[in-house]
């Protein structure tokens, strides 16, 4: 099983958990609908579609309202503490929460009290409640983009708002950030770092780039780093390698983007409805070329 | 609490040994408002306490205010809805840090995109018009692509009047930013 876990900006939405489906432009939750746009809507979705294009089912999902005020989150941590470790899953994908260390610290030890973790992604909100904690190396894959890399490349930054202005914020300085990442141990396992080139690495080395097809219009649109998140973890769910799964993630969302025909201001769901074709292209590629590591440019 | 199977870093042990690495300070000019501050804060649900305050913040009072850090923009429209103001706001670990102040500027021709910290905001340099916000993880993010998006930038409210996190407060500087590059 697949577990997706997030917020939707929406104070009065209750806290929910249960398959969903999408239905067009929108998410069915246990009756309620939740309009796909950036965010965790955005995350579910693609996932949504890229487990269907993968054969798999439906991932389970843990939401709650929250708008910022961190009332919604600290609820669906308290839950997840209590439920999540009572469930069967192998893929946990954590998002859009209010940044609390010490309700991360309990969620993260009701699962290590299970026994073996099941396989950890974090991106977004959790993915700083995670580099804070200082457990950063227990999750198996972080998506920062270049400002979240610069974050966890920062060992004193609380949040990216305070990262130190002398670690600069460049992309021609992606190298040296992921190595103070991992040096700092403040990085998960693995790192697919989203920008005008994607990045896979792991502590030991960069193990390739993704760079086609270039999209720039896709930086600014809300919620392309979360459909980029969502495919992952459908690929991991099915079993692809963490790195690889990250290569392949990166190309279908790129691919998606450029099929999408984007400007700075389309929004996220012209992208999510392009994902099936978008990862049926690439695996078709992949199993066309014999090519194990996916096509990511080894890194030099 | 102790981990397992895991090792955590020596550098981070909020639980431990007592650092608080998502916790802030809230400087006052005196005790006064720090009564003041700390009631209206407590009134409101958050969890903080009045501690004495490390060396780099011995300014004027004896005592700050520890507060969820993220929780950042919103406390200070809080204090400042009742005349409020505190001297300081500093991250409790590293009371010397200061937020982010780096703009990357993006133009696409009909678009500019601002980015401050790990947010972004772009709108379309003809209309004006707030087009797309992106980046940031916190969850006021897309409640605040939601109100912003479609808005005119003259006319959007500013994202610290609406928003509650750091996210929140960085789409602020970046809308400050873009403002500017505008004049307006």
Known sequence: MLALIGTVPDKDFPLVSGSVALKGGSLSLDGREISVNRGTPALIAATCVACKGLGLSTPLCFVVGDEGLGKGSRRLYAYLKDQLPATDVQVVTFHYLQPDVDW?????????????LPLLIADAGYMYAAKMSGFA??????????????????????HPFYTRGFILHEEGNVPDLIKRAFEGENAAKTLLIKGSKDYICTKEKILGTVDT???????????????LTGIVAALTYAGYPVAEAATIAARVNRLAGALANPTPATQVADVVKKIPEALESVLEEIVKDGDGACAAKKYA | MTFKLFKRKEKTTPLTKGKSPDRGFLAFAN?????KAESLIKEKGWRVRVMGPPPELRTGCDLVIEFPLVEQLNILRLLE?????????????????KPVDLFKTTDYGQYLMVRAANMKLTIDKETLQIVNVSGGGCPDVPYLGAILVGKDLQEAPPPREVGHTLCGYALQLAYEEIKRQCSL
């Open chain 1, 137 to 158: 190396s227990c999750y198996d894959l972080f998506t920062p983009d270049l400002g979240e890399l610069s974050f966890l490349a920062d060992e004193m930054a609380p």
């Open chain 1, 213 to 227: 097809p270039h999209v720039p219009a896709l930086e600014p649109i809300g919620g392309t780093g979360d459909t």
């Open chain 2, 81 to 97: 809805e009742n005349k409020l103001t505190p001297l300081e706001v500093v991250p409790v670990d590293d009371p010397l840090l």
């Open chain 1, 104 to 116: 991360h610290n309990r969620v993260l030890l009701a699962l290590e009290e299970k026994g073996q």
């Open chain 2, 31 to 35: 005790t006064s408002e720090v009564i």
